[in-house]
């Protein structure tokens, strides 16, 4: 706080030492916009010898075309092994920022590199190439000290969140017309869902009891979930509607998630982050068991956010990397004992970037300050202790559903025996119909192909090799991983592919983030095309597609087994001291 209002262009040094005082260390970028520049502040103080070393001033001057001092400003350097990247500046800031992490600002077009002469225009020719996408800051080549950024609005976050919400419009109609009797897994799952809200208002003994061996053989976390969604029945009529809500907030919470692991391997690229995400809404799995109460949602949630945490390892500190690595698992265990497989590989990047980063007591408590940090450390002691006893409990009878559900005899209801090889095109096929089929398969070939002209253009005419993020890479090898260990198995069911999906739809956005900007929106488009196909035919608005998930059906329209099932409820439960459970076969009576 000033008494008098400095100019700022005096405002540099000030904010870079108090950085310095504050945070141990000089700033590793520093961006203003042109009312900071000054050429004493910029060829004097910005090059003194304390801070050359380790960061960059991206501060343009009035007219940086003219300027004559301003290609000595911020060459590259390296400090250590870590390579400082080229900086970029925003003339729409209205304050002095200081930026840390290896990132650089997100930048939606860039022109007006301060050069000359030949190169100057050989570059500016080459400017028709730049887009919104992560690699466009990087696109006029690597010796420029100053990069202009054209202004953009940034969207409100609100607008995003709806976005997400509007996929699920055609799931809200589809179960509200539905009148299907749920059988086997879901009819489990809504039952100890009920019975846990139940006992939660009247008896705390006989509710810890139910959390405990309500679901004896399987994870319990779906069900954990769903009893806090049970007295949605009041506004909405059903118990079965109000649980398939929570399945739909679950499905909300990975698209968020994917939306922000793209804007953040795209450096802030929406449109290509938009692609990914409605991509992954478009799939024929993701719409069918948007429709059905099962463990797969929550799962590839859990999946979704263990990527997030590697995406963004390298720009947080140690300890908090381990904290949301912790939460994040332990919600996939809970959703489903096999989870670690769908995410070893980015679990490992994590715990890498933990043990280079080196744990220290003194961080600990600086983070345990804040409250955050200490809601989320408490969560994670209680899920975790919660989730310890209920394996502890009920390792013996969980194992061996998972042993009879590969490769047991239970298995050969949903599979059968076969080679390797053979069981590995199975699954391949599954996938594709899973979630490429039947226009999305043609859609990530046409993206890859694009990713590759534009990727080999830019090297041709910049020297500029693409970058691709090391996430991505872990997500293709995954995947491989997974379809390699699902062919030693008998079960062919495609809900085991499901958590699949942020690991496909990480790898479609990456590749989106090589194309321009009027490509990506035609990507967008096609991507959307796929998702009202897709909804169209689970509600019986148009015909079956050629190729889909076996999961992807129509609502049941006719409520004559569902009342009749109602009926039967009713005359057997009318004490309010008896419970009754009513059973019946798949063939009707």
């Known amino acids: 706080v000033y008494e008098k209002r400095p100019s700022d262009s005096g405002l540099v040094m000030a904010a870079i030492e108090s950085h310095q005082q504050r945070l141990g260390c000089v700033p590793r970028l520093v961006a203003g916009d042109a009312a900071f520049y000054s050429a004493k502040t910029k060829l004097s103080r910005l090059n003194d010898a304390r801070f050359v070393e380790h960061q960059r001033p991206a501060v343009p001057p009035k007219n940086p075309l003219h300027d004559e001092a301003a290609p000595h400003v911020g060459h590259a350097r390296r400090t250590g092994r870590r390579k400082i990247r080229r900086l970029v ?13 290896h990132h650089t600002p997100p930048a939606r077009s860039i022109s007006r ?56 419009v055609p799931s809200l109609i589809w179960i509200a017309e539905d009148r299907t009797v749920w059988l086997w897994d879901q009819a489990w799952y809504g039952e100890v869902s009920a019975d846990l809200w139940f006992w939660m208002g009247h008896s705390l003994r006989r509710w810890v009891g139910e ?63 938009v692609a990914g995400v409605t991509l992954a809404a478009g799939t024929s799995l993701f719409a069918g068991l948007s429709h059905q109460f099962f463990v797969e949602p929550l799962q590839a949630a859990a999946v979704a956010w263990v990527y997030y945490v590697a995406v963004e390892a390298p720009g947080w500190t140690s300890l908090r990397i381990a904290l949301q690595l912790a939460l994040a698992m332990v919600v996939g265990v809970l959703a489903k004992a096999d989870t670690p497989l769908y995410c070893v590989l980015p679990c490992l990047y994590a715990a890498g970037l933990i043990y280079r980063k080196k744990l220290s007591r003194a961080e600990f408590s600086d983070c345990w300050k804040f409250r955050g940090f200490r809601v989320q450390a408490v969560l994670l002691g209680l899920l975790t202790l919660a989730t310890a006893l209920w394996y ?21 209801n949903y599979g059968s025996r076969d080679t390797w090889l053979h069981k590995l095109v199975q699954w391949w096929g599954l996938l594709n119909d899973s979630f490429l089929s039947p226009y999305l398969g043609w859609v990530f070939l046409a993206v890859l192909a694009g990713a590759g002209l534009f990727g080999l253009l830019r090297f041709r005419q910049r020297g500029e090799k693409a970058r691709i993020e090391p996430v991505t890479i872990l997500s293709a090898l995954q995947i491989l991983l997974l379809l390699s260990v699902l062919s030693t198995t008998i079960t062919l069911e495609p809900r085991f592919l499901y958590a699949v999906l942020p690991s496909l739809a990480i790898l479609f956005m990456q590749l989106c983030a090589f194309l321009p900007a009027r490509f990506l929106a035609v990507v967008v488009v096609a991507c959307g095309a796929q998702w009202a196909a897709v909804n169209a035919e689970s509600l019986a608005i148009m015909g079956r597609l050629s190729h889909q998930s076996q999961w992807l059906v129509t609502p049941e329209f006719d409520p004559s087994h569902y009342d009749d099932l109602t009926r039967v409820v009713s005359l057997t439960s009318n004490a309010s001291e008896r419970y009754d459970i009513v059973a019946v076969e798949s063939t009707w009576m």
């Open 89 to 101: 500046c925003f003339p729409e800031l209205g304050v002095f920022g200081l930026l840390k992490g």
């Open 113 to 168: 590199p301060v050069l000359s002469g030949s190169e100057k225009q050989r570059r500016q020719r080459a400017t028709r190439y730049n887009n919104g996408s992560a690699n466009s800051h990087r696109s006029l080549g690597g010796t420029d000290p100053v990069t202009l950024v054209r202004p953009t609005r940034k969207l409100p976050a609100v607008l995003w969140a709806l976005l997400c919400v509007g996929f699920f």
């Open 211 to 273: 959390l405990a061996d309500g679901l004896s053989m399987k994870p319990p976390g779906v069900v954990w979930l769903g009893q806090l969604f049970v007295p949605l029945r009041h506004v909405f009529g059903s118990v079965e509607i109000s649980l398939l809500v929570s399945i739909l907030a679950t499905q909300f919470v990975l698209l968020v998630i994917l939306f922000r692991i793209g804007r953040r391997l795209c450096l802030g690229s929406s449109l290509a982050a």
């Open 392 to 412: 502890y409990r009920n390792m013996r009878a969980m194992w061996q559903h998972v042993r009879d559900a590969s490769s047991g005899a239970v298995a050969l």
